[in-house]
């Protein structure tokens, strides 16, 4: 828990104040009872009003005293845990942007989720109930043992015994919930990855009409969340009567040695009220003990699951160069690479390239033969297992990961783009752009024509998961985004697989002529895609098995031949 110091320091202040003015209210609340016990000893039973006006008056200023530090130590306590929730919010969600792909793939998209809402609002919950309950539970419970033993000594030894009791039966039910616990956040986290998979493709859902299958699947991840809840609160559920019935039992004691007390002339009916009202204040000076451990059972869990996102460590550090991509040279020297999650072979073997600034390579293989790991090596999203890739001459991993992926844009096979405008989304390219530069690039990924179609142009909403746009308009603005990043090195991962051959050509026109000092690499499935390239490499089972131009492949590359034969219909 030491880590999370950083976050309590800039609100030390509140971090102070709520437990001070709980403090004010457990030294009230202990005195009320006493007053109340005496305007019956005093007031009630001698007949004398005067004076049950003066007790009353005086446990009346108790009253209010209680009740305004109560109101400000709730007030500073939500103020404290508020915040503190806040900043360490803020810090999970900066080290998961840093993460890397190695880094996320350690987790399901769905666990991080949870890390970020739920478990962080676990431990918001301990930190405001250890600001209002902590100094309130053991004061009450200490102060009313030390009230009733002013009272009758014999009888609070009643308190003395019980106190043990109720600590006993609290002990043993958070030693039996906590690791019920950590196994219900696990079924948490797989209930939210289910739901986003789901929302995520609802459409493909829909179309093969697989609704009731889906259901079934949410119904037994749910059915399971709901059992794994019912065991761990059951245990729980035990606690309030096991502690009820003790101090239940208590009470019948302190009644009938009051009883005795009394006819003995040892102690007023006054007095035994007291007593009874001071053994309500231990149940719920318990109870709230209770509640406290019961809740750092839940969180304990729950930091556990935040330090394993904050202390992990990012696969990718950047490094001391402070260099930025000029010319977009790239070489691959004797490169191999696997999914450090895989314990299959390499996906990359031996691989070793030259690529000039300004060159088109066009990559073209079978589906796993390691293309897009290929390309995902260039601007660092992963690292190599053996041998380095270079840009201009600067291996790599010397560079800061920022002034690297700013000369590289990717448009990856997925085309994410963001609830927004359309402009907003290209704007991700350069926040500085002005229109005349968005309007060029949109013209350059032949998306000008479909923007200028939609009513509000550029200003066009792009819902959520783009799904008011196509495949293929979605590629055409990814692509525009990476243009108007004005890249040294662009990555084009299937990226015109959406857009018929007349669109493809328009973008390629425009790649070659305009790009001429952009190092270009084109990935496709389609030979039509990279026929121009300036050279083709061709993968097969995660090794470079030819290089060349199209004319060179088609007559030397076995591999080659088969992909044209079977695209274009024979050989020309």
Not at 69 to 88: E, I, L, M, Q, R
Not at 379 to 406: F, S
Request: with cysteine; glycine share 6%.
């Amino acid at each position: 828990m030491k880590k999370y110091m950083k976050y309590i320091a800039p609100y030390w202040l509140y971090f102070i104040l709520a437990p001070l003015c709980m403090f004010v209210e457990v030294a009230c609340d202990v005195q009320i009872p006493y007053y109340a016990g005496q305007i019956i000893n005093l007031g009630v039973e001698n007949g004398d009003s005067a004076q049950i006006m003066k007790l009353t008056a005086i446990m009346l200023v108790y009253i209010l005293l209680a009740i305004s530090s109560g109101v400000g130590a709730a007030y500073f306590a939500t103020k404290a845990s508020v915040n503190f929730a806040c900043d360490v919010r803020e810090d999970v969600f900066k080290k998961i942007q840093g993460f890397s792909f190695v880094n996320i793939d350690k987790f399901s998209t769905g666990s991080l989720i949870t890390r970020l809402t739920n478990d962080i609002t676990q431990i918001q919950q301990l930190v405001v109930m250890c600001l209002r309950m902590l100094i309130r539970s053991p004061g009450m419970l200490i102060g009313s043992i030390i009230m009733a033993y002013t009272i009758n000594s014999q009888i609070a030894l009643v308190f003395v015994v019980l106190v043990p009791i109720l600590s006993i039966i609290i002990y043993v039910v958070v030693r039996l919930s906590y690791q019920k616990f950590v196994f219900l956040q696990q079924k948490i986290d797989e209930l939210n990855s289910r739901v986003r998979e789901v929302l995520v493709n609802i459409r493909v859902i829909k179309a093969f009409t697989r609704e009731e299958h889906e259901e079934e699947k949410f119904k037994n991840v749910n059915s399971t969340l709901r059992d794994t809840s019912l065991t761990a609160y059951r245990i729980t559920l035990l606690q309030t009567p096991l502690l009820t019935i003790a101090v239940n039992i208590a009470t019948i004691v302190v009644l009938w040695l009051g009883s005795v007390a009394l006819e003995a002339d040892q102690i007023l009916i006054g007095d035994i009220s007291a007593l009874i009202t001071y053994l309500t204040q231990v149940l719920a000076s318990v109870g709230m003990l209770a509640m406290i451990f019961m809740q750092s059972s839940k969180s304990i869990v729950s930091s556990k699951r935040i330090s394993e996102v904050l202390d992990l460590d990012v696969e990718l550090a950047d490094g001391n160069n402070n260099k930025t991509v000029n010319t977009g040279n790239i070489r691959f020297d004797n490169v191999s690479f696997k999914y450090t999650h895989s314990n299959n072979e390499m996906v990359l073997n031996n691989i070793s390239v030259d690529i000039k600034s300004g060159e088109t390579i066009g990559i073209i293989g079978s589906t796993g033969c390691g293309k897009t790991s290929f390309a995902h090596l260039i601007p660092r999203l992963y690292d190599t297992n053996i041998g380095d890739v270079y840009v201009d001459g600067v291996n790599v991993k010397d560079y800061t990961l920022h002034n690297l992926r700013e000369g590289v844009a990717v448009v990856l096979q997925n085309n994410i783009l963001f609830s927004g405008t359309i402009k907003d989304n290209l704007m991700w390219g350069d926040a500085n752009a002005n229109m005349e530069t968005i309007e060029q690039m949109a013209q350059w990924s032949a998306s000008y024509e479909f923007i200028s179609h939609f009513k509000d142009g550029y200003d066009t909403t792009v819902e959520q998961g783009a799904v008011n746009l196509s495949g293929g308009q979605k590629q055409r603005l990814c692509i525009a985004r990476a243009l108007l990043k004005k890249p040294k090195i662009i990555i084009l991962d299937d990226s015109t697989s959406a857009v018929d051959t007349a669109t493809e050509r328009k973008i390629n026109g425009h790649l070659y002529n305009d790009l001429k000092d952009t190092t270009k690499i084109i990935i496709a499935q389609r030979i039509t895609s990279i026929i121009n390239a300036s050279k083709i490499i061709v993968m097969d089972k995660g090794e470079i098995e030819a290089i060349g131009t199209h004319e060179e492949l088609l007559e030397n590359c076995l591999t080659y031949q088969e992909i044209y034969n079977s695209q274009m219909g024979g050989l020309s």
